[in-house]
């Protein structure tokens, strides 16, 4: 079976700006990898590459071995990518069921009018509040977003993303303004997931909980490729030490 996700050779120029400088990544499937590095280091930039948000200049990125390159964001979504992302923008009228279960129609159809048109199917629903139930929120799944805390957000951004059946899950700093607790929860509930098969990238700040839950670690620094394997090996190297934690 070819690898879950290649990224191979990325370059992105803005002008005369290199944003990310012939960056490789290989994951296979059912990884759990933690991609980190330093502010500028351009992982931002390479997550939008893989998603189909900014072309790249060089490079391409495969997907189970199908080559990427020229999809849009929802054909990326229907070959099997999901993201999370780290500003949650749910749709604050709508329950959080609703949200969800509007995910889930999404999911079949790249017409988001469609897909409003069928959030409320039985099946739809249902799935949305066994993906509730799976993040922890089926208490709370009537309830709209505007009246609850962040840590129930970015969960709800973890369901809505599970609702698209993904083959590979992108979590871009999901643990982002959230207190100890709140990150080692919605962190022990990333690696079970993990657990339960399925392939996640995780972008994060969080180095505790990266190195808690992530078996390897990817580091990048202005742009390039810098490490990639055993986290704490990764993490022993003089020169990831002083790039992501500024050593000497």
Request: proline content about 5%.
């Amino acid at each position: 079976m070819p690898p879950a996700l290649e990224v191979q050779d990325i370059t992105v120029r803005f002008g005369g700006l290199v944003a990310v400088d012939k960056a490789s990544l290989t994951i296979q499937k059912g990884d759990l990898i933690g991609f980190i590095g330093p502010n500028g280091a351009g992982k931002t930039t390479l997550m939008r590459v893989i998603t189909g948000i900014v072309t790249p200049t060089e490079g391409k990125v495969m997907l189970y071995g199908r080559d990427l390159s020229g999809l849009t964001i929802n054909q990326r979504i229907r070959a099997g990518m999901a993201l999370a992302q780290q500003i949650v923008q749910p749709l604050r009228k709508m329950t959080l069921v609703e949200n969800v279960a509007l995910a889930a129609g999404g999911a079949k159809t790249a017409n988001p009018f469609v897909a409003m048109r069928s959030f409320d199917r039985r099946a739809e629903r249902a799935r949305a509040m066994e993906l509730l139930a799976r993040v922890g929120l089926e208490k709370v799944a009537d309830s709209e977003p505007a009246k609850l805390p962040l840590g129930y957000l970015k969960r709800l951004e973890v369901a809505r993303a599970l609702a698209l059946d993904p083959k590979l899950l992108l979590l871009d700093e999901p643990l982002a303004g959230l207190n100890q607790i709140e990150a080692a929860g919605l962190a022990d509930l990333i690696r079970a997931l993990n657990d339960d098969g399925l392939t996640i990238l995780l972008i994060e700040h969080n180095l505790r909980e990266v190195m808690r839950i992530c078996p390897q670690i990817y580091v990048q620094e202005q742009g390039r490729s810098l490490s990639f394997g055993e986290a704490k090996e990764v993490m022993s190297r003089p020169d990831v030490v002083h790039a992501y934690l500024g050593g000497d």
